[in-house]
């Protein structure tokens, strides 16, 4: 069952990009029966074997910007020990409320990139060219020579913001963060669609693995025999996401898996509320 559940999970994250992580946890609920504070830790386990290895295969290609996803680690680090607190302290019921809250907002952000910009709907992990696209925000420039990010005062604080922000939802939800790193990227740097994603899967990697240590430290016990299947299956989907998504991937699959997560959302919603 481990196996078969990690391996939708790749799938999903090797064919939709940044987001498709935020089904581990509800998929771990629903088939295994788990309360969301047990299903956190696999799923950030798994999220954090299958981001590596997305930014294994962006990183030969260029794309990724170590410094900047290093940096957000380092501190989402630092923070989701907050969220995993915050998590213990939270019942149970609020915790699906905001999960649900979590899946609808990305859910529809899929969807609207998907009709604005069908160009970025095929992700780094399967993507052949870069898309070119820059966002001109004023916060974060790029050498013009390496492509690389400027480091100022003002760069590094935005960077380390948004790993902040990631590292809390990380331990509270167990999530990956995409959804909020690459717009966010997007928003305050130069960086490309591509780049962006790539940087963004590092991060993810980094602050997942720290954060699933932080939980264990915290005394979360972890079903070994239902994890470690898990994970291999996601590090198997993700690589056969990989392989499918230049034939597959593209703005009318997005718009389906971002249908797919509002029903999630609602499920979660209803079951917060005590209907299902």
């Known amino acids: 069952m481990g196996l078969l559940l990690g391996i939708a999970v790749g799938l999903v994250l ?84 905001a999960f649900a809250v979590v899946l609808a907002l990305v859910a529809a952000r899929m969807f609207l990139r998907a009709l604005r910009a069908p160009e970025e709907s095929v992700v780094v992990r399967a ?32 960077i380390a913001l948004i790993g902040a922000v990631t590292g809390v939802l990380s331990g509270l939800l167990g999530v990956g963060g995409g959804f909020v790193i690459v717009p966010a990227l997007r928003a305050a740097t130069e960086l490309s669609m591509h780049s962006a994603v790539a940087t963004s899967l590092m991060a993810i990697a980094l602050t997942s693995l720290g954060t699933f240590a932080g939980a264990l430290l915290q005394g979360r016990v972890l079903p070994w025999m239902v994890a470690l299947p898990f994970v291999a299956g996601a590090l198997l989907g993700m690589l056969g996401g990989h392989a499918l998504a230049p034939r597959i991937a593209g703005p009318r699959l997005q718009q389906g898996f971002a249908v797919l997560m509002l029903a999630v959302a609602l499920g979660m919603a209803a079951r917060a509320g005590g209907w299902i």
């Open 14 to 97: 090797g064919l939709t990009g940044a987001g498709g992580s935020v089904l581990a946890v509800p998929l771990l609920m629903a088939a295994l029966h788990w309360p969301m504070t047990q299903a956190v830790p696999v799923a950030l386990l798994a999220v954090a074997a299958a981001a590596a290895l997305g930014s294994y295969l962006a990183w030969r290609k260029s794309y990724v910007r170590y410094r900047a996803a290093a940096l957000m680690a380092s501190i989402g680090v630092a923070t989701a020990q907050f969220g995993l607190r915050l998590a213990d302290a939270l019942p149970q019921r609020t915790l699906l409320l």
């Open 127 to 158: 993507a052949v060219a870069g898309d070119g696209s820059r966002a001109r925000g004023p916060l974060c420039r790029l050498d013009p020579e390496t492509g690389r990010i400027v480091w100022t005062r003002i760069s590094a604080v935005v």
